[in-house]
């Protein structure tokens, strides 16, 4: 198993203003992703976070919005930019091990509150 | 159409007894991996269970047990003997080609005591 370590665990910003959300694997991963998840609903994909090149978003997602960067094969971070009150969500950093089989970890999530 | 469907948006089981929670799946690919987690309340993504789709076995895992129906592209989860603490959101996902992991709507569990 892994342990992914995932910060800040919540925060409240104001409407215009960005974070960054910081998500660190306890050994090198194959695939880390961004999910978020909306108050009572599903888990969402936002990205793929591609080690040494840029990340591969879903549909409805783009990197003006949700820049991501992954250094190496252990740290990633997410950027909820220019962020509105819809922005509010828990944002959860995933990796996925072992070529998939079998191991796929959560960090413990963001809650971000934007007023 | 929907990667994973779960068709129970809600179920209540009394505590000891068993629970089935539903899942199907719809895919091409025939590489692909299965997984259950439970959210409790606190928000974290618990893993549970994980069945891969070359599996012959179906995948135990304590109280956990995973009833994998490849022909019938059914992925249900069985959790025996129910503890209060079962009480949670429970997500079945799939990886495709063992790649990104889309999630169903999950189903809320709660335990009676």
């Known amino acids: 198993s892994a342990v992914i370590s995932q910060k800040p665990s919540r925060d409240i910003c104001q409407r215009g203003t960005s974070l960054t959300i910081q998500c660190q694997v306890d050994s090198q991963v194959t695939m880390m992703f961004w999910y978020r998840q909306q108050p009572g609903q599903s888990l969402t994909l936002i990205a793929t976070a591609n080690q040494g090149s840029e990340a591969t978003y879903e549909s409805g997602f783009v990197i003006d919005k949700f820049p991501i960067s992954r250094p190496n094969l252990t740290f990633s971070t997410l950027t909820v930019s220019n962020m509105s009150p819809e922005d509010s969500s828990i944002y959860l950093c995933?990796?996925?091990?072992?070529?998939?089989?079998?191991?796929?970890?959560f960090g413990q999530g963001t809650r971000l509150t934007v007023v | 159409a929907q990667k994973i469907t779960q068709t129970q948006p809600g179920m209540f089981v009394q505590e000891k007894e068993a629970v089935t929670l539903d899942c199907t799946y719809d895919t091409s690919d025939p590489s692909y991996g299965l997984f259950w987690y439970k959210q409790p309340s606190s928000g974290e993504m618990i893993f549970l269970i994980y069945q891969g789709s070359y599996d012959q076995q179906n995948a135990t895992e304590g109280r956990y047990s995973l009833n994998f129906q490849k022909a019938r592209k059914s992925a249900n989860l069985v959790i025996s003997a129910s503890q209060l603490g079962d009480s949670a959101m429970y997500f079945c996902?799939?990886?495709?080609?063992?790649?990104?992991?889309?999630f169903g709507t999950g189903t809320k569990l709660q335990v009676i005591p």
């Open positions: 995933s990796a996925l091990m072992g070529q998939g089989k079998g191991e796929a970890f």
């Open positions: 996902a799939i990886s495709e080609g063992y790649q990104k992991v889309t």
